[in-house]
């Protein structure tokens, strides 16, 4: 990855999502030595299965992003309804600015404008106005999409990988849903290295790419 990004700013639309999207990337992007920062803009309180604390996707995005490597202070969590960003585009937007303003990240990571839940689609389109002067990828959550374009592969170690699945451990509240599957998170890895030349990489969308 180009040395000259070196301030990434991860969009999540729930937490967990930036985990499963690119959590070997930040891990990657951490141990090169990159200030990465994370923004979810929903802790989904309404959706939180019932024999869990209301606000423990706060504790476990917390707990996620730090196994990745990301300082605390880097963490930002905004707090939309879950399924309502659409109509709240115009504040989104505005806390959008706000961090671009206070981060002007060199990379802004993104969903895929194609993802078709309702809230993805909303931070990713947002995110596209907001920063649509920065370099921008998107990343890959495959059971949202029915298409998604390969266009960059970032290599990742195997100890990424792992680290990718600690973090996401973390959310135990979530461990229900089969995309929480170790295989399934591992295969994809290894897919797309075999798909790029590598052990293992993440697979990305390119929106903008200034060099």
């Not at 389109?125 to 999409?145: D, H, M, Q, V």
């Not at 100890?159 to 998170?185: C, W």
Request: with cysteine; hydrophobic share 35%; proline share 4%.
């Amino acid at each position: 990855m180009d040395k000259r990004f070196n301030k990434i700013l991860v969009l999540a639309p729930h937490t967990d999502d930036g985990e499963f999207g690119c959590g070997g990337t930040i891990n990657k992007f951490v141990e090169e030595g990159r200030e990465v920062y994370y923004a979810a803009f929903s802790s989904c309180r309404q959706s939180v299965p019932k024999q869990f604390p209301e606000d423990i996707l706060i504790t476990e995005v917390k707990a996620a992003t730090k196994v990745l490597g990301i300082p605390p202070e880097n963490l930002m969590i905004f707090d939309y309804d879950v399924r309502t960003f659409n109509y709240k585009r115009q504040e989104i937007l505005d806390d959008m600015l706000g961090l671009k303003k206070l981060i002007n990240p060199d990379l802004v990571f993104i969903p895929s404008l194609s993802d078709v839940h309702q809230d993805h689609a909303t931070i990713a389109n947002e995110g596209l106005r907001a920063f649509k002067w920065n370099s921008i990828f998107c990343y890959e959550l495959p059971w949202n999409t029915s298409q998604f374009n390969t266009q960059c592969f970032i290599s990742l170690s195997e100890s990424n990988v792992d680290t990718k699945l600690e973090a996401i451990a973390e959310y135990a509240s979530q461990g229900h849903r089969p995309y929480s599957s170790s295989e399934f998170i591992k295969g994809l890895a290894k897919v797309r290295g075999v798909q790029s030349g590598n052990n293992y990489a993440e697979a990305f969308e390119i929106i903008r790419l200034s060099i």
